[in-house]
């Protein structure tokens, strides 16, 4: 079956913009998270999303940082006022019992 | 506070030989274990898990990894490497840490194989 997709797969954007990226998970998983990777902090959790639970937003790593997920299915992570610490690939990841994790391709986003 | 130290940044083997990367983790409960692998420019591909049960699990790939509670470890196996096996892999830790179910990551072993 289709795996966990995301899109664009590649973002750049100049610093103060906002972007959005979205995740379609694999069907019928209920939970969803977001990581983020990036050199210097290697592979850090950023947000989880369980059914309908409130979301889990511990890792966010600022107010800029926000989430959504509608119909319990497909996600946006929003990034308000970009700047260059933000470069990174942004994985997506979806589970059926909340932890044994199946991850997308990611999105790498450049801020210049 | 939950860890995994992966002690190897790189590693270099020739391609037929066997390999074993290392992996130690800090965990507070019996923990969830994982290997990814990830190749230049994807995302993190699955390869084998332990939840409990017996200590040596197989994955895909041909690979294994044995969990040694005394040591803490969980190290990935597997005993001749093809050049498709260069990658990045990275170990993790699941479960509920620090109030959220997530997973932590270990920093990553690069492999680069020698034909």
């Known amino acids: 079956g289709a795996g966990v997709s995301q899109s664009p797969s590649n973002k750049v954007t100049e610093k103060g913009k906002d972007v959005e990226l979205r995740c379609d998970p694999i069907?019928?998983?209920?939970?969803l998270y977001w990581y983020r990777q990036s050199l210097g902090q290697g592979l850090e959790f950023l947000i989880y999303f369980q059914g309908n639970s409130a979301p889990d937003k511990s890792g966010l790593p600022s107010d800029r940082f926000s989430a959504e997920r509608t119909g319990g299915s497909v996600s946006t992570l929003t990034i308000q006022r970009t700047q260059q610490e933000d470069s990174a690939v942004y994985l997506c990841a979806s589970s059926l019992l909340g932890v044994e994790q199946y991850f997308g391709p990611g999105t790498r986003l450049t801020v210049t | 506070a939950q860890s995994v130290t992966q002690p190897d940044i790189h590693i270099t083997v020739s391609e037929g030989a066997s390999l074993e990367l290392r992996c130690n983790y800090s965990y507070g409960a019996t923990p969830y274990l994982f290997w990814y692998v990830q190749s230049p420019g994807q995302g993190l591909q699955l390869l084998l898990k332990y939840f409990s049960g017996d200590t040596l699990v197989q994955g895909i790939k041909g690979f294994e990894a044995e969990f040694k509670r005394s040591q803490s470890s969980f190290n990935l196996r597997k005993p001749s490497v093809h050049w498709s096996d260069a990658a990045e892999y990275f170990c993790a830790v699941g479960g509920l840490i620090q109030g959220a179910q997530k997973l932590v990551f270990g920093q990553g072993t690069r492999l680069t194989i020698n034909p």
């Open positions: 069907s019928g998983h209920t939970a």
